[in-house]
């Protein structure tokens, strides 16, 4: 597996610029180099190869920011059309995909999942969770994403692929009882959404990725957007990196197969189709008006923040979600206040100078918090 020394990765992304395709609005150009230097501080303090931004504002236009490389054994810089692995914003689609169903008559959200999967498996605590709380992440169930699993399976042997219901199965046999009663807590759990895309299917009669290209890519012309299931790089992907080994070089984990995550955390995006995807959700044009709270409402997690149907809705930030798969990272927010979206995509899982940062969600909130701050001038 090749290896990047990351003072490489310093000395080359400094000959790349910063670059945007915006609006005419008058003040786009000091937008961009506000914008520009965040990005870039953010990503080199924490060792980013490469990112991409899109912003979508009703007093600012429409705008894209890229920095650093997609590929950095060739140096290839990233451009502005690039597509990354968004990996739990694919929670967002599957959790707006049930509540289209249920709006559709095909679910009933307060029953049991196992009226509607009791065929795939013989675990009686199923009988106890609703569809609403697998949607919430208050099941109880076991999470099958554990760290065992990724050291031992995924990470050694990455080309292997997954059936959905080996990744449930690993979860039920691993805690035989629920860990603790259906709805009375929260507990963030990639199994509640691998059942969720068994759901999809089951009521549907298509595959996940025809649901949701019929649902939501065509509609909203997500051209760029993709369920993977399996290890092929799309032409135009960003190569995702990791250092993995701890050695202090990033190695890359592009090929990887991504029936890991499947549901959970499967999909391959742009940034600008993010964004055009978590203002619709955000706005609440993608349901009707009824299923908004089953949409926004949902488990409490802190004061001001709860987890809905596949989105977090924080008060005092925004609407939206995050997401991380191996090799990759992003965050995609709505805020109601602005009614501007960002989408930010990087190409790494865990920065290799500081992976106690979030860098997605540094710039994400820098970003919001500029455009805030441009409102009350």
């Given at each position: 597996m090749m290896k990047y020394l990351f003072n490489t990765i310093l000395l080359l992304s400094s000959i790349v610029l910063l670059t945007a395709c915006s609006s005419n609005d008058s003040?786009?150009?000091?937008?961009?180099?506000?914008?520009?230097?965040?990005?870039?501080?953010?990503?080199?303090?924490?060792?980013?190869?490469?990112?991409?931004?899109?912003?979508?504002?009703?007093?600012?236009?429409?705008?894209?920011?890229?920095?650093?490389?997609?590929e950095l054994s060739t140096r290839t810089p990233v451009v502005a059309d690039q597509r990354f692995r968004i990996g739990s914003l694919t929670k967002s689609f599957t959790g707006t995909a049930v509540l289209r169903l249920a709006e559709d008559g095909f679910i009933d959200i307060d029953a049991p999942i196992s009226t509607y999967l009791a065929s795939l498996y013989d675990y009686e605590p199923l009988e106890q969770i609703t569809v609403r709380q697998l949607l919430t992440m208050s099941s109880g169930l076991n999470e099958y994403l554990n760290l065992e699993f990724l050291?031992?399976?995924?990470?050694?042997?990455?080309?292997?692929?997954?059936?959905?219901?080996?990744?449930?199965?690993?979860?039920?046999?691993?805690?035989?009882?629920?860990?603790?009663?259906?709805?009375?807590?929260?507990?963030?759990?990639?199994?509640?959404?691998?059942?969720?895309?068994?759901?999809?299917?089951?009521?549907?009669?298509?595959?996940?990725q025809n649901y949701l290209q019929e649902t939501f890519f065509n509609p909203l012309a997500l051209n760029d957007t993709f369920v993977q299931v399996d290890d092929s790089i799309l032409e135009n992907m960003t190569h995702g990196y990791y250092d993995y080994d701890e050695d202090g070089a990033y190695e890359d984990w592009t090929t990887i197969n991504m029936s890991y995550v499947w549901s959970a955390g499967c999909l391959t995006s742009t940034a600008r189709d993010v964004a055009i995807w978590m203002e619709a959700l955000g706005q609440g044009t993608l349901l009707s008006e009824p299923f908004h709270p089953d949409n926004f409402q949902g488990q409490p997690i802190t004061d001001g923040v709860v987890y809905g149907a596949g989105i977090l809705v924080d008060d005092n930030f925004a609407i939206g979600h995050n997401g991380t798969v191996i090799g990759f990272h992003a965050d995609a927010w709505y805020d109601p206040q602005t009614q501007t979206t960002v989408a930010v995509l990087c190409n790494t899982n865990a920065p290799i100078i500081d992976d106690e940062r979030d860098p997605t969600r540094e710039i994400t909130e820098g970003i919001l918090k500029q455009l805030k701050a441009l409102e009350l001038e």
């Amino acid at each position: 597996m090749m290896k990047y020394l990351f003072n490489t990765i310093l000395l080359l992304s400094s000959i790349v610029l910063l670059t945007a395709c915006s609006s005419n609005d008058s003040d786009q150009q000091n937008l961009n180099s506000k914008f520009g230097d965040l990005i870039e501080r953010v990503c080199r303090e924490t060792g980013v190869p490469g990112a991409s931004v899109h912003v979508i504002s009703p007093q600012h236009g429409e705008f894209s920011l890229v920095w650093g490389f997609a590929e950095l054994s060739t140096r290839t810089p990233v451009v502005a059309d690039q597509r990354f692995r968004i990996g739990s914003l694919t929670k967002s689609f599957t959790g707006t995909a049930v509540l289209r169903l249920a709006e559709d008559g095909f679910i009933d959200i307060d029953a049991p999942i196992s009226t509607y999967l009791a065929s795939l498996y013989d675990y009686e605590p199923l009988e106890q969770i609703t569809v609403r709380q697998l949607l919430t992440m208050s099941s109880g169930l076991n999470e099958y994403l554990n760290l065992e699993f990724l050291t031992a399976s995924v990470l050694t042997a990455p080309l292997t692929y997954y059936p959905a219901q080996t990744l449930v199965n690993n979860a039920l046999n691993v805690s035989p009882q629920l860990l603790y009663d259906p709805g009375t807590q929260f507990t963030y759990n990639n199994t509640n959404y691998i059942l969720l895309g068994q759901l999809i299917e089951t009521v549907s009669g298509k595959t996940y990725q025809n649901y949701l290209q019929e649902t939501f890519f065509n509609p909203l012309a997500l051209n760029d957007t993709f369920v993977q299931v399996d290890d092929s790089i799309l032409e135009n992907m960003t190569h995702g990196y990791y250092d993995y080994d701890e050695d202090g070089a990033y190695e890359d984990w592009t090929t990887i197969n991504m029936s890991y995550v499947w549901s959970a955390g499967c999909l391959t995006s742009t940034a600008r189709d993010v964004a055009i995807w978590m203002e619709a959700l955000g706005q609440g044009t993608l349901l009707s008006e009824p299923f908004h709270p089953d949409n926004f409402q949902g488990q409490p997690i802190t004061d001001g923040v709860v987890y809905g149907a596949g989105i977090l809705v924080d008060d005092n930030f925004a609407i939206g979600h995050n997401g991380t798969v191996i090799g990759f990272h992003a965050d995609a927010w709505y805020d109601p206040q602005t009614q501007t979206t960002v989408a930010v995509l990087c190409n790494t899982n865990a920065p290799i100078i500081d992976d106690e940062r979030d860098p997605t969600r540094e710039i994400t909130e820098g970003i919001l918090k500029q455009l805030k701050a441009l409102e009350l001038e």
